[in-house]
């Protein structure tokens, strides 16, 4: 079969994905790295966050890349909620497009298909405006969009009944893309935009994730009024970002909208004809959101196990700790028996009470005392060292953890609590050969699977649409049979320490 570079991204996509069902979640989930399986947020298909003041046009501009009117538009904020706008998938393609269903937002946060459930915490308020629309349109064939409700000052943001910034900031976690729109009226507010993307998102991956749009330029006066609505906005932009080479901006303008509202015949229009051409240059850049979700995913895939490398190092580390001291105190406990029933023998021999014993009897009695005092310092003082043991791990947990880089230190300040809470569920008492066998094979998925996967991308960079591929990427760590529940480090787990 001939592949070509749509299909060598779906390949590649299915390929990270069962990579992070098959070696990933099993292991979160059973250490409590997480509570709901990995892939839950990256499975459905890519999306494509729409972000910007209020009336800055993201609705017009999305109606414009949908070819319809499916979005609500106009003067002063509009639309207060939150609408993910999908393919649907039975719809007829060759009716004209329209919205063929429509579903609220208690729909989406239950329904496991999509990936908002982590989002039932910003309450009902939110819920009430969280909506989706099933929408025959092409452009939404590999991507979904998701419109927002405008940013308006702070003042009135506390009306909102949910934290309007936090809400954006776990959108903007799962997106693959994000625009954000500027009008030229309103070219200078976008301060918060920035700082609750910046917050939110992995720093590196800010830069290739963020698409900047300067909306609704047919309605500047004439060239020199749009290159001093550029200038401000770069201006702001670099004040913000704190760098000195701009990102690109996409200048555009919705050409229906533009269209319905242009009554200002003395605008000099004419730089518009130069421009054209943006706003294709913009559908194409939001079209590449499922190259995008590639890399997010392979970010993912290398985050997650490295994290999970860090916490199962530190857990086996408590294994092995745990180990020794035990064994340590149970050598200490088979000799202190043997002496002191060593002794107690020999006082009871001296006194004239064994007085009548052969080798063998003394032998026996010194056995069997000695058996008996073992028993006691093992379901006692053997079992209160242990205890006192993994008290002391939980409080200074950092101690199971290599913190030699700084990455360490970032990846162990994500998982330390959930080592510790690991540690109190299961009360140290977990096979250590299996955590040893999941530690290798997070290692082997962060070096390894890292690696095939970054030199995949890269071949598909490399890819031109419409010209063949030879070889379909991965199976990625094909070696590496997880699966397989036997246990090949048998050491301190059978001593049941
Ligand atoms: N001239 C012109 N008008 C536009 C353009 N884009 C949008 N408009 C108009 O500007 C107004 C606001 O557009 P919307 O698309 O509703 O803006 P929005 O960002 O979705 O606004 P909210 O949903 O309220 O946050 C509407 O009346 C549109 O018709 C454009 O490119 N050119
Ligand atoms: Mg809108």
């Given at each position: 079969m001939q592949l070509y570079r749509e299909n060598y991204i779906k390949a590649l996509h299915t390929e990270l994905l069962e990579m992070v069902e098959k070696h990933l979640t099993p292991v979160a989930v059973r250490y409590g790295?997480?509570?709901?399986?990995?892939e839950a947020t990256i499975k459905w298909r890519p999306l494509v966050l729409v972000l910007g003041?209020?009336?800055?046009g993201k609705s017009a501009l999305i109606n414009e890349f949908l070819g319809s009117d499916i979005q609500k538009t106009g003067q002063a904020p509009t639309d207060d909620s939150f609408t993910i706008l999908t393919y649907?998938?039975?719809?007829?393609?060759?009716?004209?497009?329209?919205?063929?269903e429509e579903r609220d937002g208690n729909f989406l946060l239950n329904?496991?298909?999509?990936?908002?459930?982590?989002?039932?915490?910003?309450g009902q308020r939110f819920t009430s405006h969280f909506r989706l629309k099933k929408v025959n349109?092409?452009?939404l064939k590999e991507l979904a969009i998701i419109d927002t409700p405008g940013m308006l000052d702070s003042v009135t943001e506390?009306?909102?009944?949910?934290n309007y910034q936090d809400v954006i900031g776990d959108f903007a976690q799962i997106a693959d893309l994000i625009l954000v729109l500027f009008d030229p009226h309103k070219a200078g507010t976008i301060r918060e935009v920035h700082t609750s993307l910046r917050e939110t998102l992995p720093a590196r991956t800010f830069e290739d994730r963020v698409l900047f749009v300067l909306n609704r330029?047919?309605?500047?006066?004439?060239l020199n009024d749009l290159l001093r609505v550029y200038g401000t906005l770069c201006w702001n932009l670099s004040q913000i970002t704190g760098r000195k080479d701009i990102p690109m901006i996409h200048l555009t303008y919705s050409q229906r909208a533009g269209m319905a509202s242009r009554?200002?015949?003395?605008?000099?229009?004419?730089?518009l004809q130069y421009l054209e051409n943006q706003r294709e240059e913009l559908k194409k850049a939001v079209m590449e959101a499922p190259r995008h979700r590639l890399d997010n995913l392979a970010a993912f895939v290398e985050t997650h196990s490295e994290r999970l490398s860090q916490m199962l190092q530190a857990l086996v580390s408590y294994r092995q700790k745990r180990f020794r001291y035990g064994l340590k105190h149970l050598v200490t406990g088979a000799m202190l028996s043997l002496a002191v029933a060593g002794v107690a023998i020999s006082a009871l021999i001296v006194s004239g009470?064994?007085?009548?014993?052969d080798l063998i009897g003394m032998m026996l009695a010194e056995g069997l005392l000695s058996a008996a005092f073992f028993l006691v310092w093992v379901l006692g003082i053997w079992k209160m060292a242990l205890r006192r043991f993994h008290r002391r791990q939980m409080e200074?947990?950092?101690?199971?953890?290599?913190?030699?880089?700084q990455t360490h230190q970032d990846n162990w300040q994500m998982v330390q609590d959930k080592v510790i809470a690991f540690l109190q569920k299961s009360d140290g008492r977990f096979p250590s050969g299996i955590a040893k066998k999941d530690y290798e094979a997070m290692q082997a998925v962060f070096q390894k699977g890292s690696r095939e996967i970054r030199e995949a991308l890269n071949e598909l960079a490399a890819l031109r649409p419409g010209v063949p591929v030879t070889d379909p990427p991965g199976?990625?760590?094909?070696?590496?049979?997880?699966?397989?529940?036997?246990?090949?480090y048998p050491d301190s787990t059978l001593m049941g320490l």
């Open positions: 790295y997480s509570e709901v399986p990995l003041n209020y009336s800055s649907d998938d039975n719809s007829d393609p060759d009716s004209p497009i329209h919205v063929t329904d496991p298909v999509y990936p908002f459930e982590s989002m039932k915490k910003h349109s092409p452009f506390r009306d909102r009944g949910y330029i047919d309605e500047c006066a004439s009554n200002r015949q003395e605008n000099d229009l004419s730089y009470i064994l007085g009548g014993l200074h947990s950092e101690t199971l953890a290599s913190l030699k880089t199976p990625f760590l094909a070696s590496l049979r997880l699966d397989d529940t036997e246990d090949p």
